[in-house]
């Protein structure tokens, strides 16, 4: 095999003359990441207050003004909080700068956000005038910040979290493309409509800005006159040669969705992902905002004594068993993860995350014995099998006949077979698909149908006239709470095993200080298989535990002390996506498990690890070594055709993965190993 080597990088390597050129967004832990103005040094006064009140629109409330009178610009304050930043890589083609638009004038970081925002607004087929009102918003309800937190409200757009759960808010491309979903549901008429643009904007955001809105219409307006061109359309699919970017296809198996291999069989059979409090903790942070005795946290059922059948194991039943017991108890008599009832149970119904529960939500919670046979190919579902603890045992008990009684299912492993886009009455056909594995055919027999381009592209919202979605929201919601869909083939502990002290490296190939990059959907395809040579064995047996992870969700606060992927509910406190059930690492908690493996100590956030260790020029880095940015760490991995590499754990949404070493790196590495 090829082997890896860090060699001397040449001059043009070196990371620093890079970050003039950047047009990625680094939020950091107390960094101002938020300036419309490119200089500091101009002196705060009274009229410029006024211009920004006369010119620019409304102050945003925590916002200084600086200017010279006759420009406005606003800084941002500081931004809170321990753990990793979000990130937004560069839009491909775009040289967004800073500069005077209207009359007001923005900071390179901001005219990038704005860039973003067309970007996305581009690929969702969004007008140039549903834009400007995008930009509107942006501007007035968080001065183009996409790390802007105001109680409830967050990010880009200053957007709550009811009914903004699809994406990181805090992610300008995920805030984005949220917020021109509402766009076209709550003003499905805004092209053509004769409501002022301040108005649609206010029809979206419902923040009683009303006409405030309008104070940023000559900026927008120039934005979109001077960025729409030139700006292409954001990519949610990238080729599967290619590192996935941040806010690009929000899964890890594969890269793109692969109709014949949705997910694994190590996956889709792994009865042991969740114990049972696991299972109520992740049900109870779903449902969180849920209120009442109905909601799916506080449901309580008789779950009656089940004999052992040919398809599921003896069940014991309980007469107050919890949503949290039934799920976990039919997923392991019938030999299917836990992950996956809870995954098939919010695409069926929305139960995990409905606010507006009664007993009739539960007639059909898995959408079992609900055939498409009714009128047009609707729902037919039939009231004998009513009830959560009928339709998730039944359920359960479904997925096992598919795997005992192949023969007697439409699909099966192997074959290559059409498959739909939408229903049959529907006339759209469908394209030639090869079923890789028993989990896929098992879906496809459930839920017969694959999503078309549109559906896609248009995730989590509307596709076209011949959409399906039950697949693709299975897909993309099980990365979105669990990651990668194919981990337990690559190496990765199974979530019910984590969590439980130190790890080890599963199955990552190690020989001395040699170490095999695993052929994971998380890797870049062309370092799949290769070498990694590094400094000394204790490294090796670091760098090896770390690739162990690949796919393994991140968590904010997760892998605490070092000690492995957990809820993150110590550093986490709750925030973001901690104490929610699911096991996994932030930045600092990957690196600092890397490293503990390997037998050495860091500090416990990546504003400590960036300040301690020994600093190492970037001519003189190895494997092993944290490469820092602004409220970021990684562990950098090597050089392999000139192109740097890095293992890190990116951000909300995302999983471990390996990339390209991006512009805004520290100047030195820092070396805690010896």
């Not at 009231?383 to 006949?401: D, I, L, T």
């Not at 290769?530 to 760098?543: E, F, H, Q, S, W």
Request: net charge neutral.
């Amino acid at each position: 095999m090829q082997q890896w080597q860090p060699p001397t990088p040449p001059a043009r390597r070196k990371l620093r003359p890079l970050l003039a050129a950047a047009l990625s967004l680094a939020v950091g832990t107390g960094a101002v990441v938020l300036s419309l103005n490119a200089t500091s040094d101009k002196p705060s006064n009274a009229a410029a207050t006024a211009a920004v009140a006369d010119t620019a629109g409304p102050v945003p409330a925590g916002y200084g003004v600086l200017g010279d009178g006759d420009t406005a610009y606003l800084t941002a304050p500081p931004t809170g909080g321990d753990g990793c930043s979000t990130t937004t890589d560069e839009i491909p083609g775009t040289a967004a700068t800073g500069g005077m638009f209207g009359r007001t004038k923005l900071g390179d970081a901001q005219v990038q956000t704005a860039s973003t925002v067309i970007s996305v607004g581009k690929a969702m087929g969004i007008s140039q005038r549903g834009i400007k009102v995008g930009l509107l918003a942006a501007m007035t309800d968080s001065a183009l910040n996409p790390n802007f937190r105001e109680g409830d409200s967050i990010g880009l757009f200053a957007q709550p979290k009811k009914g903004y759960t699809f994406d990181d808010r805090t992610d300008p491309i995920g805030a984005s493309r949220m917020f021109f979903n509402a766009l076209q549901a709550k003003v499905p008429g805004y092209q053509k409509g004769a409501q002022p643009d301040w108005a649609v904007a206010e029809a979206v955001q419902r923040k009683q800005q009303g006409v405030k809105y309008n104070g940023w219409r000559t900026t927008a307006a120039a934005l979109v006159k001077k960025l729409y061109q030139p700006t292409p359309a954001y990519n949610w699919h990238p080729k599967q040669d290619t590192c996935p970017q941040d806010g690009e296809t929000p899964t890890g198996a594969p890269s793109t969705f692969d109709p014949g291999f949705i997910v694994s069989d190590a996956v889709f059979y792994n009865t042991q992902a969740m114990s049972t409090d696991q299972i109520r903790t992740f049900i109870d942070a779903k449902g969180k905002d849920c209120q009442g005795d109905w909601c799916l946290k506080n449901l309580k059922v008789e779950l009656p004594d089940t004999p052992q059948d040919e398809y599921c194991k003896a069940i014991a039943g309980n007469p107050e068993a919890d949503a949290a017991e039934v799920i976990q108890k039919v997923s392991v008599a019938c030999g299917v993860n836990p992950q996956v009832m809870l995954v098939t149970l919010e695409k069926e119904s929305g139960l995990l995350t409905d606010s507006s529960v009664s007993e009739k939500s539960y007639a059909a919670a898995y959408g079992w014995h609900c055939p498409d046979t009714g009128p047009g190919g609707g729902a037919n579902c039939d009231p004998e099998y009513a009830g959560f603890v009928k339709q998730a045992s039944g359920m359960a008990k479904q997925w096992a006949r598919y795997v005992v009684n192949p023969d007697k299912y439409n699909y099966r492993a192997g074959q290559t077979v059409e498959i739909l886009w939408n229903v049959k009455e529907s006339g759209c056909g469908g394209s030639s698909v090869t079923i890789k594995n028993k989990a896929t055919a098992s879906l496809y027999n459930y839920t017969p149908y694959q999503p078309n381009q549109a559906s896609l592209e248009a995730y989590p919202g509307v596709g076209d006239s011949c959409s399906s979605y039950g697949n693709r929201n299975f897909y993309f919601l099980f990365a979105k709470y669990f990651g990668t869909s194919d981990a337990a083939q690559n190496g990765q502990q199974s979530q019910g095993e984590q969590g439980q002290g130190e790890q080890q490296a599963g199955s990552v190939r190690t020989d001395g200080m040699m170490v095999q990059i695993p052929d994971n959907p998380n890797v870049p395809e062309q370092l799949r298989g290769k070498m990694i040579k590094a400094p000394n064995d204790k490294v090796a047996r670091g760098l090896a535990s770390g690739l162990a992870f690949l796919g393994t969700p991140y968590v904010w606060g997760g892998g605490t002390d070092g000690r492995g992927p957990d809820d993150g509910c110590s550093r986490g406190g709750g925030e973001k996506n901690s104490c929610q059930g699911v096991t996994g690492f932030d930045c600092s908690g990957l690196t600092g498990y890397v490293l503990k493996q390997a037998g050495f100590s860091t500090g416990t956030d990546s504003a400590s690890q960036r300040s301690g260790g020994t600093d190492v020029k970037w001519e003189d880095a190895k494997p092993g070594d944290i490469v820092g940015f602004e409220g970021h760490v990684a562990i950098y991995l090597g050089i392999a055709n000139d192109v740097p590499y890095m293992l890190e754990a990116p951000n909300v949404g995302k999983q471990v993965r390996i990339r390209d070493v991006r512009a805004g790196a520290d100047d030195v590495l820092h070396r805690y190993w010896s």
